[in-house]
């Protein structure tokens, strides 16, 4: 018989990292080792977590796709069952159902490509599966940037994959904040800003969005000035999902449903869809 | 996990309230082995001022719950509202219609002096709630759902969708379809559509939903040929309390 | 597709030997407004000459209003089950266009992924449709929804003094067989079928011109004064969804026992009409006013599955309107929408 598409398999939390105030890293493998080497996912896909006697929730994969003795996932602590999975300690069990989501980053067709990525917020966390993918397998792509958008410097995420990227030349990387403290030494304004700095030439270039739900008209735009194609921007989006599969609607924009369609859409496809962004 | 310090509490009310957690029956051992209920006006003798989380059923019409009121609060890490007196201030602020003064009169004569009554209010008006249990009287159920939302560190999921959503999941037959009015259409569910179900309109005791059509409904009242007065009745038996930031009529 | 003549004097005892043997679901009158499809165990209960479309669709057989679709229990491990309940039964006396309603249902629960709570129920359902002329807000000859072509066991056509019966699947040929005494439709039963069958699409009084309408929404979907007046007695209460014989939307919750042992997730039938529908955690909402909404419902109903299995979702069976107590009357609305572009 097929699998029950509502029963989750049975995972623990192996590890659990806090990143800020409010954001924690969570390492996560499946009880039964089969699930766990069997759990194949790529880069922009979620799962849906529950926290037995909580809810269930969506959350994108932070890992990289090629590690698959567990998987991470970074979590900021705003709803019901994100706040839950902040009070679990290590050896806490969970429910896990996925990977969910048709529509991926283009970690195929961007290869021989430049690749641009915008990050804003908590954007950063599903770009994190393709970004370690990518690092894996760098001579499969062109020129490679990176750029991040925080509220203030406390906010930042991945300190230390960013300095690692820092310090390599065939990656560039620029962080930029809202708010900045006295130390802070880097850009500051939003994300947007530093769009028109980027000299890639527009038909040769995958770009790849994630963020809050207001930045990305403005990413957009800028984008535009610059000549960038539609078909080659890729953004991820948020809606409220609650069953991951299709059925419960929740997260449809137009004809498509997030989870099942998405959550990553190309600008063309968003283009023709009413309310997406 | 220690178990939650609870105090319940009642202002001024009928303390049906409390009297529907003791009628929670084969739930209370359970109940009882969640948390730990330090004080019970209706229910225990003792009383402790030790507690994390207040239910606090009734509302402010005197000044002594006034001071019981910031009593509590200053207290109490997490308040919750319980029942319609409490939450929207419910038919006690019928008594604000006529004004304190001339309310006072009518029912204790020229005895009024020794009432030491004010205008009727939620408590919400005078402290910050954090969740509220609606209803006259409150759902059991929905008061297990919330303590253990409470334990469990989940957000309770209290319904800010109108009765309609419940009586069409009954498939009850609508109100309007038998001849009768009711206020279901805007008004905030959770019951189970308890009145409907028994073939009565509702009348609004969870209060009304965030954003009620009201022109809407005052039009479809009149067209069942209703006055003026028997709309706003509806309107005001249990939402009379008129608040600056809350939807009132 | 086999056809079947069933005399008139043998109708009811097939029924009462189906009452007697299966689980029978039929329409009964509820009270003095409406109907609702009930279990039944006395032929006399059954009530098929209703005036309005039954109060609930008989999607509630195949997916309840609330329905668990899993429970647990926390010991050393956590431990999880389900218990769908499947047990075999016959729905008697579904419209086409309710029976089109399953259908769409059918395809979408089976779509990419299979629901099994639903069609653990499904593959245990005999469906036996039988016509009768529209309601007053039925309108489902305009989005040719009015004839069921298949979804089925058996279809039963009133012929005056026979019945015409469109036997859909081997189950429903067993059933009657077994049950009913039959002959082979011949040459005059389909001229009075095709008689009929006039007869009740020109008794169709609403009617929506629904051509175009693809392409015209998008024209229309800007125009705030458009759905300002189309949407502007609009409770958002829900009521359309959640009698609709197509809509699909649910939430899920998850509620563990008072003890922090046991608990269970279950799904109730949700309304993209309902602010809450869009909310976000953190707090944005997608579809913040009741024009948008409105326009979303519509969208969801008319566009979408054209898309997505080139079929509207909606069967035109009337409910919505009927249940709207600002009569927000979506054939009405698709006529409108014509004639905004169109003048």
């Not at chain 2, 939620?122 to 303590?147: A, L, M």
């Not at chain 2, 999921?157 to 419940?166: D, Q």
């Not at chain 2, 109100?175 to 073939?199: E, H």
């Amino acid at each position: 018989m097929e699998k029950n598409i509502y029963i989750p398999d049975l995972a623990k939390i192996i590890r659990i990292d806090s990143v800020t105030a409010n954001e924690k890293i969570f390492d996560i493998a499946f009880i039964d080792k089969e699930v766990q080497k069997s759990f194949n996912f790529k880069p922009g896909q979620f799962v849906e977590l529950t926290v037995f006697g909580v809810g269930e929730a969506p959350f994108c994969v932070a890992s990289n796709p090629r590690n698959n003795d567990k998987f991470q996932l970074c979590v900021r602590a705003v709803g019901s069952v994100s706040k839950a999975l902040h009070n679990l300690k290590e050896g806490a069990k969970v429910g896990i159902r996925g990977p969910f989501g048709k529509g991926v980053f283009p970690y195929k067709e961007a290869e021989q490509h430049n690749v641009l990525v915008v990050a804003g917020g908590m954007g950063l966390v599903p770009l994190m599966s393709f970004l370690t993918y990518m690092m894996d397998l760098r001579e499969q792509y062109k020129n490679v940037m990176i750029i991040y958008g925080a509220v203030n410097p406390a906010n930042i995420l991945y300190k230390n994959e960013i300095s690692y990227w820092n310090s390599r030349d065939d990656i560039s990387v620029c962080v930029t904040v809202d708010n900045p403290d006295d130390k802070w030494t880097g850009e500051i304004g939003v994300c947007t800003k530093l769009i028109p700095r980027v000299d890639f030439k527009p038909e040769d270039t995958y770009t790849i969005v994630c963020g809050p739900p207001v930045m990305y008209k403005y990413v957009v735009q800028e984008l535009e000035k610059k000549n960038f194609k539609e078909d080659k921007i890729f953004l991820s989006l948020e809606r409220r999902m609650e069953c991951g599969v299709g059925k419960c609607n929740h997260c449809h924009i137009g004809e498509k449903l997030v989870c099942v369609d998405g959550p990553v859409f190309s600008l063309w496809e968003l283009r023709n869809i009413k309310e997406a962004i | 996990m220690s178990k939650p310090k609870v105090g319940i509490f009642g202002l001024t009310g009928c303390g049906g309230c409390q009297l529907e957690i003791l009628n929670l029956e084969d739930q209370l051992l359970d109940l009882f082995a969640a948390i730990d209920i330090v004080h019970f006006t209706e229910a225990i003798t003792e009383h402790s001022d030790n507690y994390d989380i207040a239910l606090i059923e009734g509302s402010v019409a005197t000044k002594h719950d006034l001071e019981r009121l910031e009593h509590i609060s200053k207290i109490a890490k997490v308040i919750v509202s319980i029942g319609a007196c409490s939450g929207i201030g419910g038919v006690n602020c019928l008594k604000n219609l006529y004004g304190v003064e001339k309310a006072k009169e009518l029912v204790y004569g020229d005895k009024k002096e020794w009432i030491d009554a004010i205008e009727t209010k939620p408590i919400d008006e005078y402290v910050k709630v954090d969740y509220y249990i609606r209803g006259c009287p409150p759902n059991r159920s929905e008061i297990v759902d919330v303590i253990r939302s409470l334990i469990v560190g989940k957000i309770p999921e209290i319904p800010n969708y109108p009765v309609c959503v419940e009586c069409k999941r009954l498939g009850n037959t609508c109100m309007y379809d038998l001849g009768k009015t009711c206020m279901g259409v805007v008004s905030r569910a959770g019951c189970g559509a308890r009145c409907p179900s028994a073939k009565s309109g509702c009348e609004a005791c969870r209060g009304f939903i965030d954003d009620p059509n009201v022109n809407a409904q005052k039009d479809l009242l009149a067209k069942y040929n209703l006055k003026i007065e028997d709309i706003m009745g509806m309107f005001n038996l249990y939402n009379a309390c008129k608040k600056t930031d809350r939807k009132t009529i | 597709m086999l056809y079947k003549v069933l005399k008139k004097g043998s109708y009811d005892l097939f029924l009462a030997k189906l009452i007697a043997d299966f689980e029978f679901i039929g329409p009964v009158k509820k009270d003095k407004a409406t109907h609702d499809f009930k279990k039944i165990s006395d032929i006399r209960k059954l009530d098929v000459n209703y005036k309005r479309t039954t109060i609930a669709p008989a999607k509630k057989i195949l997916y309840p209003s609330t329905e668990t679709l899993l429970q647990y229990e926390i010991n050393e491990d956590i431990e999880m089950s389900v218990d769908y309940e499947a047990g075999e039964k016959i729905l008697f006396g579904i419209d086409a266009c309710d029976v089109n309603g399953l259908n769409f249902l059918d395809r979408f629960f089976s779509d990419e992924m299979i629901d099994e709570p639903y069609f653990s129920k499904r593959r245990k359902l005999t469906v036996i449709g039988l016509d009768r002329m529209p309601s007053d807000t039925n309108f489902s000859l305009s989005l040719g929804k009015e004839y069921a072509k298949d979804g089925f066991d058996l279809f039963l056509t009133d012929l005056n003094n026979r019945y015409f019966v469109r036997v859909g699947s081997e189950k429903g040929n067993d059933i009657l067989t077994k049950y009913a005494d039959v002959s082979d439709a011949g040459e005059d039963d389909f001229k009075d079928y095709n008689k009929f069958m006039d007869t009740y699409r020109k008794s169709f009084k609403l009617k929506a011109d629904i051509n175009n309408l693809y392409d015209n929404y998008e024209l229309i979907y800007n125009n705030k004064d458009f759905w300002n007046r189309v949407a502007k007695d609009c409770y958002s209460c829900g009521s359309c969804c959640l009698v609709c014989p197509t809509c699909f939307c649910f939430n899920v919750r998850d509620d563990m026992e008072l003890n922090l042992k046991k608990g269970a997730k279950t799904r109730e039938w949700d309304s993209c009409m309902i602010p809450e529908y869009g909310l976000v955690a953190g707090g944005h909402n997608f579809r913040p006013d009741k024009e948008n909404r409105l326009k979303q419902r519509y969208r969801c109903k008319l566009k979408t599955f054209i898309d997505r299995f080139g079929t509207y979702s909606c069967v035109g069976c009337g409910r919505c309107i009927e249940a709207c107590l600002a009569k927000i009357n979506i054939a009405e609305d698709i006529n409108a929408v014509k004639k905004e572009v169109s003048v």
